[in-house]
């Protein structure tokens, strides 16, 4: 008998009145101004948040039927965007079970019904990776696969503009469900949809309990004019009385001591209030008579005792079931908040003989089944619509707080006993393994007591969270995985390490970074083997470089080219002489630069790769343009515009446009220059490249405040900067706005210029970039003195010209610190009250640069005329900038 029965409905909402209004104003707001709305609703277990949410979707789909409604859930141990996916999958109508094919099919015809003809190909690579569905790469993927952060940004911003498109289509009601238990990457997704889309009749609401704002404080702090916050609290004495009433409708004449003994016993708990009705029934307080009335044994009453909090009341549910129904529920809390009829007959077998001719007919499964349905009436389980395990029959606990206790009650041997048996029945059952089901298998084997299959099993789903640029991920799979597998499986072990540094350096955790790929270098020493002991030294050098700490770069890259070499690594010969290049190239030594670009670009073409040979001709006419030899530069650049066009690298070919547009404009050729950048922009465009967008744009933006013209400047420095944020390129950004400074300086508008530099410079310590910072520092110093502010001011711009020069001497860059110190001669010489101390420092300065120059312009052929002017931005190797 249940209160379902009694009730003939579940009961109206009751007390949230105030709630559900707030919820449908933001809703309106949302279609009356097509600006997205929020609304986070923060409450305890059983308070209610589901039950309001669900009245609002219902009254939405009634009154409102043009607006479309989405909800998922998140879980525990979910996989990365695991609620995100599950909302996807249920906007295109994706089953787990149905054909890959029909369902690539289906999403692209709805993508591109949503899109029209606008780079649909990368929108359903993105949007793909989300649901788990791999489409094809276009050339923009390839050209950015090897930047996770980009790609990081870039699935974001995809998810955001096909949310905004597809709301501008029909309005959307996006529900996130529990998302206290969501991992960080889910809720970074969330949180950036929050704060970014706009220009869309959308109203987003989350759900969770108050752990939520423990582990992210500054959640209502995103998008506070358009984010409301609802807090649930008990319902009011009256309210609760009215529910308990509804839900007891059927009774005849209600007494009031019932309704306020279950007042009384639930504090006002939506949940509590349901379960002192079922307790009611259970006991007998509420009863049937023959004739089918129902009536109140008022004498019963005080036997009936609910405990006063929900952790007690599901105490309480859990002790109501029979042996073989907690039997078979501690079987599925194992498998966690979802699991499988297939996994609960696998448990249900331990210990069991086998028949001695079995024709594969089902024992335990009907039983099973039959148990499951009981429990789904009394809310316990849930039947799932589809299965993540093929073929097999998928549920779900209703309460996930039921599902802990019940695991909870089972000892430590049976919980392992049971989570081995479910690790290799999903062994059997999961052929072709996703990341989510990688981890799962991973999680079962480690409490299964299987460590070392663990380990592999993590580290498996960290390479491919690495692939789809998951970085935190990724790190935290790769950490785990090492410290599963302990100190066996060496070869495993050094290619994790080397995998998990590169993810630690991409991420700027470049301390940790180190410590791995010293690790790494340990065992391939211990195992004296030469090519992996060189890739440790190459990434150990690159970390170096990276932070400009070229001495120690030099000596690391130096020795994995040896050890390379030792191996007959050809490959890892030419990687190394790229990376020992580019540190002479960041020196100003470019005769060294460019004998190792050579060297690299004659083993590559041994090898016959088109793109890595693109790849050389790219970065030997980089060299060549700072030596001031734009004939020679020209013909590499068309020689790997020629491969790049060749091969369908459209990124590549915008790459080698700008690299193009440099060499002019170092020629005296502006106008060729901006065509060329203006060419370049439209292919990066077309390739869909967001950040060679933006790297092209300040270029252009550069070429009119070195003309003079900073007004024409600052839509073209503003459109590059709106890019760069959207993308989170902390470097460009602070690059961008360095050139913003500059162009102000030019327009006299110099407080908002120094601004602007503090902000660069700020930029380029938290990327830990000496050779950009001591740039941003002579640049600071110049807008500093061209205030004329005198006293204290002339100090601080002495002390950013010294900083900078200091700077570049550690770093070891000859052309910067030419420039550093040409540029302090200058303004120590034009101060108005300059004595004869500052007067010979100056002097000594600027012959100091005279000599840099003439030194420099002696190895390179080059002129010392123009060897001083400011660099454009050139595209070099592995990242959209040099």
């Not at 609703?41 to 607006?67: D, M, N, Q």
């Not at 130096?558 to 010969?573: C, N, Q, S």
């Amino acid at each position: 008998m249940s209160h379902e029965r009694l009730s003939g409905m579940r009961g109206t909402l009751v007390g949230r009145q105030p709630e559900l209004r707030d919820l449908e104003e933001a809703l309106a707001r949302a279609l009356a101004t097509k600006t997205p709305q929020a609304v986070t609703i923060i409450g305890t277990p059983g308070i209610g948040k589901t039950r309001l949410l669900s009245e609002l979707l219902v009254r939405v789909r009634e009154r409102e039927r043009k607006v479309r409604t989405l909800r998922a859930s998140a879980r525990a141990n979910d996989p990365p965007y695991g609620a995100v996916r599950r909302l996807l999958r249920a906007r295109f109508g994706v089953a787990d079970s149905a054909d890959p094919a029909l369902v690539m099919d289906s999403v692209r015809a709805q993508v591109t019904d949503v899109l029209g003809d606008r780079r649909v190909g990368d929108f359903l690579h993105f949007l793909g990776r989300m649901m788990g569905l791999l489409f094809p790469e276009s050339p923009f993927i390839k050209a950015v696969e090897e930047d996770p952060e980009q790609v990081d940004r870039l699935s974001r911003a995809v998810l955001r503009g096909f949310v905004e498109d597809d709301a501008g289509k029909g309005p959307m009601v996006l529900c996130f469900e529990e998302m206290h238990l969501a991992e960080d990457d889910t809720l970074d997704l969330v949180q950036y949809l929050l704060e970014t889309a706009s220009d869309a009749p959308l109203l987003l609401v989350v759900t969770a309990r108050p752990e939520l704002l423990s582990r992210r404080p500054g959640w209502f702090d995103t998008a506070p004019d358009r984010h409301l916050r609802l807090e649930l609290g008990p319902l009011h004495p009256d309210d609760a009385g009215a529910l308990v009433a509804e839900l007891l409708g059927r009774v005849a004449e209600l007494p009031e001591d019932v309704i306020d003994a279950a007042v009384d016993m639930s504090g006002g708990s939506p949940f509590l209030i349901e379960q002192v009705v079922r307790l009611f029934l259970e006991n007998g307080t509420v009863y049937q008579t023959e004739d089918g009335r129902w009536s109140v044994h008022a004498d019963r009453l005080e036997e009936a005792r609910l405990p006063m909090t929900v952790e007690d009341a599901i105490q309480s549910r859990v002790a109501s079931l029979s042996r073989a129904e907690r039997d078979l529920l501690e079987a599925a809390s194992v498998m966690g908040s979802v699991f499988w009829l297939g996994g609960l007959v696998a448990i249900g077998r331990l210990g069991k003989p086998r028949p001695e001719l079995w024709g594969g007919g089902e024992d335990l499964a009907p039983h099973y089944r039959d148990l499951l349905h009981a429990l789904e009436e009394r809310d316990y389980a849930l039947a799932m619509p589809d299965s993540s395990v093929p073929r097999d029959e998928e549920w779900a606990f209703k309460h996930n707080l039921e599902r802990e206790t019940i695991e909870r009650l089972m000892s430590a041997a049976t919980r392992q006993r049971f989570h081995k048996t479910i690790a290799e029945w999903l062994e059997l059952r999961l052929p072709e393994r996703t990341e989510e089901q990688l981890t799962l298998l991973a999680h079962h084997h480690e409490h299964g007591g299987n460590r070392q299959r663990a380990g592999h099993y993590s580290i498996a789903a960290g390479n491919l969270a690495r692939q789809r640029y998951a970085l935190q991920k990724a790190s935290d799979l790769y950490a785990h995985g090492l410290e599963l597998i302990g100190d066996g499986f060496a070869p495993l072990r050094i290619e994790t390490l080397h995998d998990y540094g590169d993810v630690l350096s991409r991420m700027g955790r470049t301390d940790e970074a180190l410590v791995a790929f010293r690790r790494m270098l340990d065992l391939a020493w211990s195992a004296d083997h030469k090519s992996k002991g060189g890739a440790a030294h190459n990434r150990i050098g690159r970390v170096h470089r990276d932070r400009g700490e070229l001495e120690d770069a030099m000596r690391h890259l130096g020795t994995g080219h040896a050890l390379f070499h030792a191996a007959g690594d050809t490959r890892g010969v030419a990687s190394s002489l790229d990376d020992i290049g580019k540190v002479h190239w960041i020196r100003g030594r470019y005769e060294q630069a460019e004998r190792q670009a050579r060297e690299a670009l004659e083993i590559r073409e041994q090898v016959g790769d088109p793109r890595s040979i693109a790849l050389s001709h790219n970065n030997l006419g980089l060299i060549l343009v700072d030596s001031g030899r734009f004939t020679e530069a020209i013909e590499h650049f068309e020689r790997a515009l020629d491969l790049r066009r060749t091969v369908g690298d459209l990124a590549g070919v915008a790459q080698t446009l700008n690299n193009l547009g440099t060499v002019s404009q170092d020629d005296g050729n502006d106008e060729r220059a901006v065509e060329l950048w203006n060419e370049a922009r439209e292919v990066a465009r077309e390739a869909g490249d967001q950040l060679l967008c933006a790297v092209v744009l300040t270029n252009i933006g550069e070429s009119h405040y070195r003309l003079q013209k900073p007004n024409d400047a600052l839509p073209y420095l503003e459109e590059a900067e709106e890019i760069a944020t959207s993308l989170g390129d902390r470097l460009l950004l602070a690059e961008i706005r360095r050139a913003q400074a500059k162009t102000h300086m030019l327009l006299g508008n110099l407080p908002r210029a120094r601004e602007l530099m503090a902000t660069s410079m700020s930029g380029f310590e938290a990327v830990r970039s000496k050779p950009h910072l001591a740039t941003a520092l002579r640049t600071m110093a110049e807008i500093t003195a061209a205030g004329g502010w005198g006293g204290e001011q002339v100090e601080r711009a002495r002390q950013s010209f010294l900083r900078s020069i200091s700077l570049c001497e550690e770093v070891g860059n000859e052309l910067e610190l030419g420039r550093s110190c040409q540029s302090y001669g200058e303004w120590l010489a034009s101060l108005p009250d300059a004595t004869d101390k500052d007067r010979e420092e100056a002097a000594a300065y600027r012959r100091r640069a005279q000599e840099i120059k003439d030194r420099l312009a002696g190895a390179t052929k080059r002129s010392s005329s123009g060897l001083f002017s400011a660099p454009t931005h050139g595209l070099g190797s592995g990242s959209s900038r040099a």
